[in-house]
């Protein structure tokens, strides 16, 4: 904001009665630690309130509102360790929902004015403190378990968020042409009507705006680059990386809005090589990518559907010679993989439903619940390792997609003997009920040896049981269930992926009918 608009807003703060939970005056400076404590309590209480924003303001006395000046420059100060003070506070507030600093003159006098950002799905603490303004006194939180719940039922989703800096004319048009296009393809029925239609009733219709208001949701899929500053201080960018064998990196690109545009741009960067070096005989009859695109480009679209952009973090793909990590910022909400892929309905929750529902008619995602789900049997139907999601970092998640084939004689088996290997049978069916006795099959038909080690595992006792649940070759006691198309997806787990070959190869070397 000029001076012009910080005066005004100035002089609506100063024609409130009374201070609020989410307006605060002060004539003097605070202690670093005391100052951050309150952009905390603001934050919180400005979300209770429903407020945009909240305000703490140096130079007004907080009794008369009349004007003081004061001497404090946040850019000279220190917090902890000698870090500047904007620095050491944005470092301590988690989620770090963001604020702005302005100094300026106002009635010839110094005042700073510091805008704050509301908590939006969870309290904001300050160094693993949360606080909160109860009338014109900060307090922590913890104190008040019925305003703490209130913030964390409260979610409010960003992406619907109106930028109100924001104008058509911060869309870019290649962008909005593709929009157009994709729109046509996901609702054919109205191709005809979408030709009449201008920007701002495409934009309308495709639930981009809002009453032709720009959302944070269409900055992000629409947005020309340089109107990416507008959706501070959430962080609109996805990085590439291109790394070596030791783990050097080697180059790297970074990608901002339009977001729409971004999928493509980042596979021409993805080195995505035909795999060449094929063992002999039929095998592999043709050749083929070391990616499947549109598996690039799911991972990709969930990062960017499912991202905490509160969180301010940068969505990252990373390059290695045999694999592609994909990885963004925020919870994995369904709670693991296995809950996605057996489900068959969309999930109830979504942490930005108007940016989701917005890539649904753009025709970048589905919200049929499908596409991991779908990640998992194209990568089957390549005979590559399965996408290994990693969600051991509570405000992280990344998905690992393998570049090369795991084994060739795990390979060679699944292409001569996939049917059977995946298909459900009454002697799975008599292995999961425990009618196995050391891999001799009760119904009369022969079991493939990686079942027999599971069913000998059961019957072992419980210290011999964790004893061959943790020699390679075997997997535990987890054993697939008769609908076994989401189960058998799920055996492709990390550990799965690493000794199911070896497993499969000693079933095939064995006397198995159906190996």
């Known amino acids: 904001m000029n001076t012009a608009e910080l005066t005004a807003l100035l002089d609506r703060l100063r024609a409130e009665p009374r201070e609020t939970e989410w307006l ?5 400076r605070y202690e670093p630690q005391v100052l951050g404590e309150y952009l905390s309590a603001l934050a ?49 507030l988690r989620p770090n929902v963001g604020f702005e600093v302005h100094p300026f003159d106002y009635h010839s006098r110094q005042v700073v004015l510091f805008e704050i950002n509301p908590a939006f799905d969870r309290p904001v603490k300050f160094y693993d403190t949360a606080f909160i303004r109860v009338g014109t006194s900060k307090t922590e939180l913890s104190k008040y378990p019925e305003k703490e719940r209130q913030l964390w039922n409260r979610r409010v989703d960003w992406s619907a968020q109106i930028c109100e800096r924001a104008t058509l004319a911060d869309m870019d048009e290649a962008a909005v042409a593709k929009a157009r296009k994709e729109f046509s393809t996901k609702f054919p029925a109205q191709a005809a009507a979408l030709a ?19 959302t944070n949701a269409a900055l992000l899929l629409l947005g020309a680059p340089e109107s990416s500053p507008l959706l501070n201080p959430a962080v609109a960018r996805i990085s590439w990386l291109l790394k070596n064998e030791r783990n050097e990196e080697l180059d790297y690109q970074h990608f901002d809005p339009p977001f729409l545009l971004a999928g493509d741009r980042i596979l021409a960067r993805i080195r995505n090589l035909t795999v060449r070096e094929l063992p002999g005989g039929t095998l592999f009859p043709v050749e083929m990518t070391q990616y499947d695109p549109w598996v690039i480009r799911e991972a990709l679209h ?97 998905v690992k997609l393998a570049g090369r084939i795991l084994d060739e004689r795990y390979a060679r088996l699944l292409m001569s003997r996939m049917t059977s290997i995946w298909r459900p049978s009454s002697c799975w069916t008599e292995c999961r009920s425990g009618r196995q006795s050391r891999g001799r099959n009760t119904s009369g038909s022969n079991l493939p040896g990686w079942w027999r080690d599971v069913s000998r595992t059961r019957s072992l006792p419980p210290r011999s049981r964790r004893q061959r ?16 198309t989401a189960t058998s997806l799920l055996k492709s787990s990390a550990s799965f992926n690493r000794y199911h070959a070896r497993t499969l190869t000693r079933c095939c070397s064995t006397s198995c009918r159906r190996c």
């Not at 605060?24 to 003097?28: D, I, T």
């Not at 902890?80 to 944005?90: A, D, T």
């Not at 925020?330 to 979504?350: C, K």
């Open 24 to 28: 605060e005056f002060k004539s003097n």
């Open 44 to 92: 919180n209480s400005a979300s209770l309130l429903g407020k945009p924003r909240a305000y703490l303001v140096f130079g007004i006395e907080d009794g008369t509102h009349a004007v003081a000046g004061t001497t404090f420059d946040p850019a000279a100060e220190h917090g902890k360790g000698n870090q500047l003070l904007p620095l050491w506070l944005s470092v301590g």
């Open 196 to 214: 009449g239609w201008n920007d701002a009733t495409f934009l309308n219709k495709a639930k981009l705006t809002i009453q032709g208001c720009i």
């Open 302 to 398: 969930n990062c960017i559907a499912h991202q905490d952009y509160g969180l301010r973090g940068r969505i990252q793909v990373v390059e290695t010679p045999d694999a592609l990590l994909l990885t963004n910022v925020g919870s994995f909400l369904p709670g693991n993989v296995e809950t996605v892929i057996h489900r068959d309905a969309p999930l109830e929750i979504y942490r930005n439903p108007f940016l989701a529902e917005a890539m649904v008619n753009l025709n970048m995602i589905d919200t049929q619940g499908g596409g991991i789900k779908k990640m998992f049997q194209r990568q089957r139907s390549r005979f590559f390792a399965m996408p290994d999601y990693d969600l051991s970092q509570t405000e992280r998640v990344a």
């Open 469 to 484: 649940a943790r020699r390679p070759g075997t997997f535990g006691t987890r054993v697939l269930t008769t609908n076994t």
